[in-house]
Antibody, heavy 126, light 106 residues
Framework: QVQLVQSGAEVKKPGASVKVSCKAS????????INWVRQATGQGLEWMGW????????GYIQKFQGRVIMTRDTSMSTAYMEVSSLTSEDTAVYFC???????????????????WGQGTLVTVPS | SYELTQPPSVSVSPGQTASITCSGD??????AFWYQQKPGQSPVLVIY???KRPSGIPERFSGSTSGNTATLTISGTQAMDEADYYC?????????FGGGTKLTVL
């Protein structure tokens, strides 16, 4: 079965960086995008961007461009997301989520997350 | 940028039908997806491609769309359905989530 297992909770000082990992199993790692979604306490879901594990291509929303880097290690079937210049506003649970395999899609807008990691709490004290 | 609008909260009595709406420009022309999230847990996909249920999702969950609005309907709502629900769509290579709706079963 498909599983995404994330690294453990982190506490970071303002201005530092954090790198969260997401280890995939149960499918071919390079066959589907890995996305990252964050959720501040009591708030909604915020999509951050995507990474194609096959090509390494990435896309980030404007808010995170220049501060977020998504990478992968295909030999380990693991995706990584690094956020730099942390502030207290980055305190949140960060989820990785798998996009659909191309053969499961019925058009460009058919993009959703059937599999999620368990989440990683990143705390940046103010 | 594309936006999806959901009501912040919906209340329903056990056994009744709950409806949660999600509005967005021309939402009917693109796929809408729904997730359920319980406190301290990861989101779970409950509806995809407007109306389909992943395996393991009870039949009481259904989805529909009309014009600019997608609707998640829970028939015979149970106490275990109390959760936050998020709609999601894809626009111009960007994933967009609605603000979420807290469903209270009382």
């Amino acid at each position: 079965q498909v599983q995404l297992v994330q690294s453990g909770a982190e506490v970071k000082k303002p201005g530092a960086s954090v790198k969260v990992s997401c280890k995939a199993s149960g499918y071919t790692f390079t066959s589907a995008d890995i996305n990252w979604v964050r959720q501040a306490t009591g708030q909604g879901l915020e999509w951050m961007g995507w990474m194609n594990p096959n090509s390494g291509n990435t896309g980030y929303i404007q808010k995170f461009q220049g501060r977020v880097i998504m990478t992968r290690d295909t030999s380990m079937s693991t995706a990584y997301m690094e956020v730099s210049s942390l502030t207290s506003e980055d305190t949140a649970v960060y989820f990785c989520a798998r996009g659909p395999i191309d053969s499961d899609r019925s058009g460009d807008s058919d993009y959703y997350f059937a599999f999620w990691g368990q989440g990683t709490l990143v705390t940046v004290p103010s | 940028s594309y936006e999806l609008t959901q009501p912040p909260s919906v209340s329903v009595s056990p056994g009744q039908t709950a409806s949660i709406t999600c509005s967005g420009d021309k939402l009917g022309n693109r796929y809408a997806f729904w997730y359920q999230q319980k406190p301290g847990q990861s989101p779970v996909l409950v509806i995809y491609q407007h109306t389909k249920r992943p395996s393991g999702i009870p039949e009481r969950f259904s989805g529909s769309t009309s014009g600019n609005t997608a609707t998640l309907t829970i028939s015979g709502t149970q106490a275990m359905d109390e959760a936050d629900y998020y709609c999601q769509a894809w626009d111009s290579s960007t994933v967009v989530f609605g603000g979420g709706t807290k469903l209270t079963v009382l």
